[in-house]
């Protein structure tokens, strides 16, 4: 994520726990204390050990945000899609992006995936082409594994030609 984006968190979380005493269980971003002020409002007075009831007080949140920073708007949500995508390329294993999935508090590790798992099909074409073995003959032991199959199916009875024809493996039509 950065230098510079660890530190702020790093910096949040140490506030919550050293000086609000949160533990883990406790939300990493609580909602606001709402009380009724001197002027009989209602005022935003710190933090409620508590979730959001929903996701419009922290859309309000960034809105406001972005538009102090004078930069286009994105939800929240758009930020989770841009973890997702970089746990699809920084994840090796399934062990790996499990323990991604748990930091999204997914207790499901296909949660995240239909949530967050579409591949853009230029990306998708590309994955397909990097998964391909190439041409059976550049295959490691390609001659050997098809002089033992001609092997296999002759003892089974079959018969193949002294001189087989010639097949064109190459990519061109």
């Not at 269980?25 to 609580?30: A, E, K, N, T, V």
């Not at 989770?80 to 920084?90: D, H, I, M, S």
């Not at 207790?107 to 190439?134: A, C, D, H, N």
């Not at 390609?142 to 193949?160: I, N, S, W």
Request: hydrophobic content about 35%; glycine content about 6%.
């Amino acid at each position: 994520m950065g230098e510079e984006i660890h530190g702020i968190v790093a910096e949040w979380v140490n506030y919550l726990r050293e000086e609000k005493m949160w533990g883990s269980d406790d939300p990493l971003f609580p909602a606001t204390r709402i009380v009724v002020g001197a002027t009989r409002q209602f005022e935003a007075e710190g933090l409620e050990r508590a979730h959001w009831s929903s996701a419009e007080p922290i859309r309000k949140v960034f809105h406001e945000a972005f538009e102090r920073a004078d930069l286009p708007y994105f939800n929240p949500h758009s930020f989770r899609n841009t973890l997702a995508q970089l746990g699809e390329k920084l994840c090796k294993s399934p062990e790996d992006y499990k323990a991604w999935s748990q930091n999204y508090g997914h207790e499901k590790v296909l949660t995240t995936f239909m949530s967050y798992g579409k591949v853009p099909p230029e990306r998708q074409g590309e994955i397909i082409r990097g998964l391909t073995l190439g041409r059976p003959s550049e295959l490691p032991n390609a001659d050997a594994y098809a002089e033992a199959v001609v092997r296999k199916l002759r003892h089974a009875g079959l018969e193949f030609p002294a001189d087989p024809p010639s097949i064109d493996l190459s990519d061109n039509p």
